[in-house]
């Protein structure tokens, strides 16, 4: 990850959400920020998975993406560091944290505990699960991974900066999303956008 990479997504959020704007003639507004708007966005974790020896981190892009958004967030609201305005904002999909999961580690013996991350019931919980899940070899990555707060954040309410129910509240899937991709492959990609809008 780089510093050139989450500021081309600040950019990019900075152009979009302008450009929302004047279209709506509405100003874009973030609930922790205003007061009122944007409560959440559900997006899918950045599972970086421990495979033999050798660590990938496949979603390096989303990583750019949310840290993006939150340099974003920051120029609105300099008070908090850009990795607080992404535990205000972000929830991460379960959907995609349990297939990650289950595809890499069903067959540990620390499987239905990593299982549990998401439903701790306190920040301390879920800080010493991950503590010890550190001292195996096996899940050392995934548990340092998970202990950044940013990360922590959109998997576990008791984590979050984002009030408790607005957390608790928001669908914790984006297989909405998920459906929107495969529609799109079935009716054509590379198509002109009137072409597309008149699928």
């Known amino acids: 990850m780089t510093a050139e990479s989450s500021e081309f ?13 004047k279209v709506s ?34 979603n390096w892009l989303v990583t750019n993406l949310k840290l993006g958004l939150g340099r974003y967030l920051r120029q609105l609201d300099p008070s908090k560091t850009v990795t607080e305005h992404v535990q205000h904002v972000v929830i991460y999909c379960l959907v995609h944290f349990y297939r990650g999961l289950h595809s890499v580690y069903r067959n540990l013996p620390h499987y239905q505990s990593m299982k549990s991350l998401p439903e701790m019931q306190s920040e301390k919980d879920c800080k010493l699960l991950l503590d010890r899940l550190k001292l195996d070899a096996t899940t050392a990555a995934w548990a340092d991974h998970k202990l950044k707060p940013y990360i922590l954040s959109g998997l576990n ?43």
């Open 9 to 21: 997504y600040e950019a990019t959020f900075r152009t979009l959400f302008a450009l929302i704007a």
């Open 25 to 58: 003639g509405k100003p874009i507004c973030w609930s922790h920020i205003h007061g009122e708007g944007i409560k959440a966005i559900v997006t899918d974790i950045d599972e970086g998975q421990k495979l033999g020896m050798i660590f990938l981190d496949f």
């Open 157 to 199: 309410a008791h984590c979050s900066k984002m009030p408790s129910e607005v957390f608790n509240s928001v669908p914790r899937n984006s297989n909405l999303i998920e459906s929107t991709h495969r529609k799109t492959n079935r009716s054509g990609i590379s198509q002109t956008i009137l072409a597309a809008i008149k699928r």
